[in-house]
């Protein structure tokens, strides 16, 4: 039964994994349409998405952290909570990256001239690595 249970708890974590995935797609695809709308951005219509992705990535966050304490404390699977603890922590890491890689590729484009604008780009790109 134990082991049904554990695998129904892991099935579900890839689920919100696919959600995330879903989240970050819409994320990207908001800030190619906030950029677009230069000079004028429009930064309302762009606020109002981040601010409903910042609710799904948290509602996500807090259902992983339930299933990792369902492991480590109910399923007695403490190597497999510790796994899902890193990747919260990855994906934590990602986010932020993701945040700062918005600003700067907004940078970019509000001074294209501007070299450094255009390294700390590719210097955020590099610091993206998937997740382990």
Do not use: C, W
């Amino acid at each position: 039964m134990t082991d049904e249970v554990v695998r129904a708890l892991l099935q579900r974590f890839y689920a919100l994994q696919g959600e995330r995935v879903e989240a970050y797609r819409l994320l990207e695809e908001g800030h190619r349409a906030y950029l677009s709308s230069a000079p004028r951005y429009d930064f309302p219509r762009y606020r109002q998405l981040v601010h409903e992705l910042t609710l799904a990535f948290s509602g996500i966050s807090r259902e992983v952290l339930q299933l990792q304490g369902q492991l480590r404390d109910q399923h007695g699977r403490p190597e497999l909570a510790q796994h899902l603890a890193r990747l919260q922590e990855r994906e934590q890491e990602k986010l932020q990256l993701t945040a700062q890689l918005q600003l700067a590729r907004q940078r970019v484009q509000d001074e294209p001239g501007v070299d450094a604008h255009q390294q700390e780009v590719r210097e955020l790109k590099h610091n993206f690595h998937p997740l382990s």
